[in-house]
């Protein structure tokens, strides 16, 4: 969303913050032999023609998409300085929409996924862990 170069000292604290508690996670995880990965998922305002009962209320931005950006990019710097395996679904996500520009993904009021967005995320995920190389339990 907002580049993060204009983020207010308040939201460099908290981005900061929840960044050293995945750190924190991880480290805990790793003493247990347990991989960590993270999933970035987008909000539906980046999207065109997503959540807009929602764009509506809070300003008439129906055919605004807010471009990716800043928090995206700070997560994506931070897994990859961390080794931390990223699914990153705004590409996903905008492939899809390119593909089908009239499937709702975001339900129209509120930033949750429909039944097609479940779907796609579910497809994405599905490529992704096999790339892990995760080890198996016992089967």
């Known amino acids: ?34 991989p960590l990965a993270l999933c970035l998922i987008p909000y539906p305002w980046q999207f065109p023609g997503e959540n807009l009962v929602r764009k509506s209320q809070i300003g008439g931005w129906n055919e605004f998409a807010f471009p990716a950006g800043g928090l995206r990019d700070v997560i994506k710097e931070f897994s990859q300085k961390s080794d931390i395996p990223l699914l990153d679904l705004y590409e996903t996500t905008s492939h899809y929409k390119e593909q089908f520009p009239d499937e709702l993904l975001y339900c129209p009021s509120d930033p949750h996924w429909t039944v097609a967005g479940h779907q796609m995320a579910a497809k994405a995920l599905l490529q992704f862990l096999p790339e892990l190389d995760l080890p198996m339990g016992e089967q």
């Open 1 to 34: 969303m907002r580049d993060s170069d204009i983020w207010s000292e308040e939201i460099r604290a908290r981005v900061a913050q929840s960044l050293q508690h995945i750190s924190g996670l991880r480290q805990s995880l790793q003493k247990r032999n347990i």
